[in-house]
Every structure is written in C-alpha cells, then in structure tokens.
C-alpha cells in the first residue's frame, strides 16, 4: 500500500487509490471509486461507487463524492461543501437511473457549504465562493457567489481575483505570477509564455 489509511477509515476492497494519497478519520471509500495520487480526503469524507478524483484533489471535512461526480486534477472542494445527484429526489421514488453527471474541471475551487446541484459543469480554474449555491454549468475562470450562484468576476490560477469586466474584450495580469489572461466576450482564457 504507497497511501496513508486512518485507522478508523474504511476503504473498501476494489477501490483504485493513487500514491501518496492520504485518507483521514471516519472516511469511507466505496469498491468502485477512483482516487488518484496526492490527494487528502478529510475526516468523514465519504467517495462513492462510481466518483472519480484526479490528481492532487483536497476534499476537506464533511464532503460526499458521490456516484457521477468526477473531479478533475488539483480541485480543491471545502468543508462541508455538498454535491447532489438526482436533481428531483424523492424518498419514495427510486431514481438511481436518473443520476445526474456532475464535471468539476482542473483546479477549481468550491468554496465551503457551497452546493453543486447535479448536470453542472465546473470550468477549469472557476471559483465557487463560500455558500453559493450552483445550478448551471459555470465558465472557466468566473468568480461565482449566491444563491443561485452568479459571476461577479474573473480569478487568476493563482486563486487572485483579476481586475477585469465581466464581459467584452480586456486583458489581465495576475500580479503574484505574471501570467497573462485575455477576455474575449464572456470567455476567460490563459495567455501562455
């Protein structure tokens, strides 16, 4: 075994876990999932059958991963931040068939108590602010918060909100790393050096 098990997590026999990775107390991994390599899964975390966490993920305390939830390298989910699946539930319903996919793309970041309603798309790099609450798919780059959720900015890689209107045609530059970053309409993109 090349990760860390808690004592009091169960990880259940089938489940793929990548090098490096560290599960901490009263986390449960499910036979089917998926886990890639240096990621941290808080205490009580719970991964189910069918969730995928890439590379370098950080689910913090009290986060359910589960079934069709993928999350890409480096997204980074807060404490207690909730993921659904089944956009209409009902106790009496069965609705396993109708799980939703959700996609959280590279380097996100959603924000403590934040909720992802299921069929959303995270954009690569968006951040999710604390509390918000998103029902739609969300642009790469964009600066969410509310309920629903809305965009009030654009944020570098860095985790830096970046001086820039939320639509037309600007330029930024992150000012921890220098990178450049071109808005063309409503669409945030990474100039590369």
């Known amino acids: 075994m090349n990760y860390s098990v808690h004592a009091s997590a169960v990880v259940d026999d089938g489940a793929q876990i990548g090098e490096g990775s560290r599960i901490w107390h009263f986390v449960h ?6 886990i890639g390599k240096g990621v941290s899964l808080g205490q009580n975390v719970f ?4 969730a995928v966490i890439g590379d370098k993920c950080k689910i913090q305390n009290n986060v359910s991963i589960y079934d069709n939830v993928t999350l890409e390298e480096g997204v980074f989910c807060g404490p207690s931040m909730v993921f659904t699946n089944v956009y209409n539930p009902r106790s009496l ?12 793309k590279r380097g996100a970041t959603l924000g403590a108590n934040s909720t992802i309603v299921c069929g959303a798309v995270i954009g690569e790099y968006a951040f999710i602010g604390a509390g918000a609450v998103v029902n739609r798919n969300v642009p790469a780059y964009a600066l969410m918060v509310g309920v629903p959720a809305r965009q009030i900015g654009w944020m570098s890689e860095f985790g830096e909100q970046l001086p820039l209107p939320l639509r037309g045609d600007a330029e930024a530059v992150c000012s921890h790393t220098g990178a450049r970053y071109v808005l063309k309409d409503s669409s945030l993109h990474r ?3």
């Not at 991994?29 to 998926?34: D, E, F, L, Q």
């Not at 319903?93 to 959280?104: A, G, M, P, W």
Request: with cysteine; aromatic share 4%.
């Open 29 to 34: 991994v499910c036979s089917g999932a998926r």
């Open 93 to 104: 319903i069965e609705r396993k068939n109708e799980y939703r996919d959700t996609l959280v």
């Open 47 to 50: 991964v189910g059958n069918k």
């Open 191 to 193: 100039i590369q050096a």
